[in-house]
C-alpha cells in the first residue's frame, strides 16, 4: 500500500453522470448495463435471488447495478455498455 495511490477521506457524493465531466472518474457508480449477446464468457457479474438464496450470475442483456469504476472500463473493451444513472 506504501506504493500505490488509494482513496482516503471521506467519499464525495456525486448526482447525475460524473463521466461525462471526468472521463477516468474513479469510485462506485449505479449503471445501466448492456452486454453483447455474442460474449462467450461475460465478465460482469451479479447478485441474483432465487427461492434458495442468492447467485452469482454473469449475464447478458440490460440491467442495472453497483459497479466499481476499473470493472466498468475493463469491460468496455469487450463491447459492454454503461450508462452511469
Known amino acids: 500500500m506504501k ?3 488509494y482513496p482516503i477521506g471521506s467519499p464525495t457524493y456525486f448526482e447525475g453522470d ?3 465531466i471526468v472521463k477516468d472518474a474513479f469510485g ?3 449503471c445501466k448495463i448492456t452486454a ?3 460474449l462467450l464468457h461475460p465478465i ?3 447478485h441474483h435471488k ?3 438464496g442468492l447467485r452469482t450470475v ?3 442483456g440490460t440491467w442495472e447495478g ?3 469504476s476499473e470493472e466498468l472500463f475493463n469491460a468496455k473493451k469487450y463491447g459492454y455498455q454503461f450508462e452511469v444513472l
Open 18 to 20: 460524473i463521466t461525462k
Open 28 to 30: 462506485f457508480f449505479y
Open 50 to 52: 432465487v427461492k434458495t
Open 36 to 38: 453483447p449477446d455474442d
Open 3 to 5: 506504493d500505490n495511490m
Open 66 to 68: 453497483i459497479y466499481f
Open 58 to 60: 454473469s449475464p447478458l
Open 44 to 46: 460482469l457479474q451479479l
